[in-house]
């Protein structure tokens, strides 16, 4: 079925002054990322996530999680930024103020040219040491197992969210604000069920702003939604751009 942006939609996306998104997992899909669980296959197909993605899992076996993180960051290093992530690039350059969130820790909003992004998960490009938290971004990884901090003896490992960890309270504070002052709310390619990020289009539904879903498949809050662009982002997001840009 033909992919319709709706005149209303195009004419209030025009006139906004404050948009937000919030990217997911879909969104990095169409980039080739593998999702979490997808990362898990050959050698890694017999491990339960959390004996590689939690705190707990990381001071019993360090070296076996590091390995797995610097598996998942080889696949992630192969993907490209995708028309989806270009289409956001162009909303923020022709609205006002422009607020991306993403549940995603791959760095590719970045990389199309969105460099102000709040990141609720982290980046799995980034590392910082598991003690003092200070962000490294040179460190001898020649040797087994993860390398060391500088500063302190903790071991170095991914600035991502484990289960179990809250997500970072800065980054959330600016999202909810975020939610709770715009005028038009775009959840792109995420499930709408992992929280807390699946409340921030609660708080744009709660003030009755414009909130528009772009994903292939409908989630818990497609019925609640102003408008539901049903398909994949790189495809939704450009056309979106050109019915509300014509230049």
Not at 21 to 33: D, F, H, M, N
Not at 189 to 200: E, F, N, Q
Request: net charge positive; glycine share 6%; aromatic share 8%.
């Amino acid at each position: 079925m033909p992919i319709v942006i709706p005149d209303e939609l195009s004419l209030a996306l025009k006139s906004a002054r404050h948009v937000v998104a919030l990217t997911g997992a879909g969104t990095s899909a169409e980039s080739g990322v593998p999702t979490f669980r997808e990362a898990q296959s050959g050698l890694w197909s017999r491990y339960d996530p959390h004996e590689l993605a939690t705190p707990e899992a990381f001071r019993r076996n360090p070296g076996l999680v590091w390995d797995w993180y610097n598996w998942r960051r080889s696949l992630v290093a192969e993907a490209k930024p995708n028309p989806g992530h270009y289409a956001l690039v162009q909303i923020a350059k022709r609205v006002p103020e422009f607020t991306l969130i993403t549940q995603n820790v791959d760095g590719l909003h970045q990389q199309a040219g969105n460099l102000m992004v709040i990141e609720l998960h982290g980046n799995i490009m980034r590392t910082k040491c598991s003690d003092c938290g200070m962000v490294v971004s040179q460190f001898d990884d020649t040797n087994p197992g993860p390398p060391r901090c500088a500063s302190c003896p903790g071991f170095l490992r991914p600035d991502v969210v484990w289960f179990g960890e809250n997500l970072p309270q800065k980054s959330l504070s600016r999202a909810r604000n975020a939610a709770r002052k715009c005028d038009i709310f775009l959840s792109v390619g995420t499930s709408s069920v992992v929280h807390p990020a699946a409340l921030l289009p609660v708080e744009a539904l709660r003030r009755g702003v414009f909130t528009i879903e772009v994903n292939p498949e409908r989630t818990p809050l497609s019925s609640s939604m102003t408008f539901v662009l049903a398909g994949p982002s790189g495809t939704v997001l450009p056309k979106l751009v050109r019915s509300t840009w014509s230049d």
